[in-house]
């Protein structure tokens, strides 16, 4: 997850590839609860990993259900309708809500001697309409604290099942799921009736309840939105294996991908054209737009088809959220688009018909919106502008808005407070990363070079940490193919050239946060020492060990953008880049930081002789004849001398800041100023 304070991403070019997308919350329990009430054993995969599911998966451990979990995918044996404890059971339900509910009505038709209880802010979400209803059959609920609020204690009940029983559908839809759910339990022998009082909201959310009822073989009879009926002989049966599906509103970004990118296609696994979640609907809308997509169980693969898209009109009202990823779409396209009867966008974490207007003025499109529409015009090539998108603590404004990075004009799009994702996608950048590809050179890269002990590593972590980039020690390589050299018996002499050359080639180097290792293995203080140091520059000045390492070093070029720090970063590795920093500091400054460093973690140092190896090092990395330390001609030079570390990375971040702001093109390095388009 990226806890910037915001995310620049440079211009894509393309993506392909596959993703798989979390689980949907509110199919997982389902699915967990309904496992445990039919016979038999059910695979579960894709299970979403949550507070909420975990709360489910020990409850049901706890009622004696067997569970067995293997990463994402859960084994479930079911009770069979009966539970085999007798025993008093206190469950404890965190603050899931999407657990609570079901399990208070299949354990009240269940019946024993159970206590449910959660956090404090589960102790004040109201349940005393799911409550009345289960009484109203017969169900025995006591409430332990507050009438109508959570804990609740549940003894035997007495079932009177031959009226209709009432619930209300005007509070949450989660009552009548947890009534649909449980009620089976009693229906061998009769019909079971449901009737909704009021008007019932989240239609699609009793939809998935009703599409996984039948698959555990239970098939209610829908009069309308009023009521529901169980027909008597119901039986839950166990599907054998069932998939849990991925939330169908995080797909829409990727199929949005497929759709706008140029590439082999994006397969999106976890979510099919048949899915039971209603912003599968999506595909339909994107599809009108241009995107060609073919699907099959649990997954969709989308390729672009028609280009530009072609403008719509649609009545989003099936599609709320979904839809808002249509208006993104919308920049791509032949003509205007206009997304109708989007009233509740108004209402959501956002206004969000006024955040998609504004945010997509600011990169240049014309936008017109009224009470419940809006009408998005395309932006053609030429016309698009470096924005800094606004995300209003909403998650979805976040994802869509990353989509504008494949505009023609390659311009990076800044997205503000890029962790709002995190509310149903945390990983969201990351799975786009994963996908998307860029123009040779496109990459962003920041070099920081300098003498040694100048605080270049210090600076080039904490302003790739602010950007949310990548980060190159390339020091580090050095140091670890100096060090793998002595290992394999070989001396860092000219002789060995070619026989540290080829080690380096091959380097099993790998960077785990300030951990260096080597094979596996953890060798970040026995290279961090100050012969290690040494023997880092005696290896350094081998010119084909210089060039083994360059593939190596390019690597680390990955979206969205790297801070490298070395010697010749700026020189010869990304001579393109467009911003290089040559740090420097006096030798006393840079002595007396090292030897303060050495000092704190326990080793013993000398100053002089700290002074006298560093400057000695220095010598040698400026005189060799390959790529020998010095500022690239286009570097700015910064003495820290005098300088606090933050001060040195706002100066940096300042430097970069006014390039991205004088010459947004610049910031990649295969377009620069001026160059035709
Ligand atoms: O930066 P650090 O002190 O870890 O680098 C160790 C040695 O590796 C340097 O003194 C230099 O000789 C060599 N080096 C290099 N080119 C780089 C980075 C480090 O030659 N890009």
């Known amino acids: 997850m990226y806890s910037t304070a915001f995310l620049d991403i440079p211009p894509l070019a393309g993506a392909a590839g596959a993703v798989t997308l979390p689980g949907s919350k509110s199919i997982s329990n389902r699915v967990l609860l309904l496992s445990a009430l039919c016979s038999g054993t059910t695979e579960i995969h894709d299970l979403l990993d949550s507070d909420d599911t975990r709360v489910m998966l020990a409850a049901l451990r706890q009622l004696g ?57 589960m102790h004040e979400r109201p349940i005393g309409d799911l409550v009345d209803a289960l009484r109203e059959l017969g169900c025995r609920i006591d409430y332990l604290g507050n009438e109508g609020f959570p804990p609740l204690h549940i003894g ?86 069932i998939h849990v599906e991925a939330d169908a509103s995080s797909a829409s970004y990727f199929i949005a991908l497929g759709a706008i990118a140029q590439g082999a296609g994006i397969r999106v696994q976890g979510v099919g054209a048949d899915s039971i979640q209603g912003d599968i609907r999506f595909v339909d809308a994107a599809q009108l737009m241009g995107a060609k997509v073919t699907s099959g169980p649990n997954w969709l693969n989308i390729e672009r088809g028609s280009w530009p898209l072609k403008g719509i009109e649609l009545d989003c009202n099936h599609i709320p959220d979904a839809a808002m990823t249509l208006a993104v779409m919308a920049l791509y396209a032949d003509g205007p688009t206009t997304l109708r009867n989007i009233a509740s966008w108004r209402v959501k974490e956002t206004d969000r018909i006024a955040a998609m207007a504004i945010e997509s003025r600011k990169l240049g499109a014309r936008v017109e919106e009224g009470p419940d529409w809006i009408t998005i015009h395309p932006l053609p090539a030429g016309q698009w502008k470096a924005a800094s998108i606004h995300t209003y603590d909403d998650h979805r404004v976040a994802m869509c808005f990353s989509l504008a990075a494949f505009n023609p004009d390659e311009i990076s799009v800044r997205i503000e407070d890029p962790k709002c994702v995190a509310k149903t996608f945390p990983d969201y950048f990351e799975a786009l990363f994963g996908l998307a590809t860029v123009q040779p050179g496109a990459i962003p890269v920041i070099c920081i070079d300098g003498p040694t002990a100048s605080g270049k590593g210090t600076l080039a972590s904490r302003v790739a940490e602010r950007l949310g980039y990548h980060y190159l020690d390339s020091g580090a390589l050095y140091r670890v193919t100096a060090y793998a050299a002595l290992q394999a018996g070989l001396s860092l002499e000219p002789q060995h050239e070619g026989a540290i050359a080829k080690l380096a080639t091959t380097l099993p180097v790998r960077f785990a946060g300030e951990q260096v290792l080597l094979s596996g293995v953890d060798v970040t203080d026995a290279i961090r020492s100050e012969e290690g140091g040494m023997n880092a520059s005696k290896v350094s000045t081998l010119a084909a060990v210089r060039t083994a390492l360059v593939a190596l070093q390019h690597s680390f070029a990955r979206l969205p953008g790297l801070l490298a720090d070395g010697r010749d ?63 690239a001609q286009d570097a700015l030079q910064l003495d820290n001398s005098h300088l606090s570390i933050e001060q040195s990375v706002d100066q940096v971040l300042n430097w970069w800041q006014s390039k991205a702001q004088t010459a947004p093109f610049a910031l990649h390095a295969h377009r620069r100023p001026g160059t035709p388009t």
């Open 65 to 121: 259900c067997g569970v067995q979990v293997q990463g994402t995918s859960v084994s479930v044996t079911g009770l069979g309708g009966q539970l085999t404890k007798s025993e008093p059971i206190e469950f404890f339900m965190g603050n899931a809500g999407t657990a609570m509910r079901p399990l208070t009505a299949a354990l009240a038709m269940l019946g024993g001697d159970f206590i449910l209880k959660g956090v404090a802010r």
């Open 569 to 631: 970063m700026g020189t010869v590795i990304f001579a393109q880049a467009p911003l290089k920093v040559f740090l420097t500091a006096s030798a006393a400054q840079r002595a007396e930081r090292r030897y303060k460093q050495l000092i704190s973690k326990g080793f013993s140092a000398k100053l002089d002789s700290l002074r006298a190896d560093l400057e000695a090092r220095d010598a040698r990395d400026m005189s060799r004849n390959v790529a020998p330390l010095k500022p």
């Open 156 to 241: 035997q009940p007495d079932l009177k099942l031959d009226a209709p029983i009432p619930v209300r559908g005007d509070v949450s839809s989660q009552f009548l799921t947890a009534l649909l759910m449980a009620l089976p339990l009693a229906s061998q022998e009769r019909s079971i009736t449901i009737e909704v009082v009021g008007e019932l909201i989240s239609k699609p959310y009793i939809e998935i309840t009703l599409n996984l009822l039948q698959r555990y073989g239970i098939q209610v009879e829908r009069q309308g939105w009023q009521r529901f009926v169980i027909p008597a002989g119901s039986r839950y049966q166990s599907p054998g294996t």
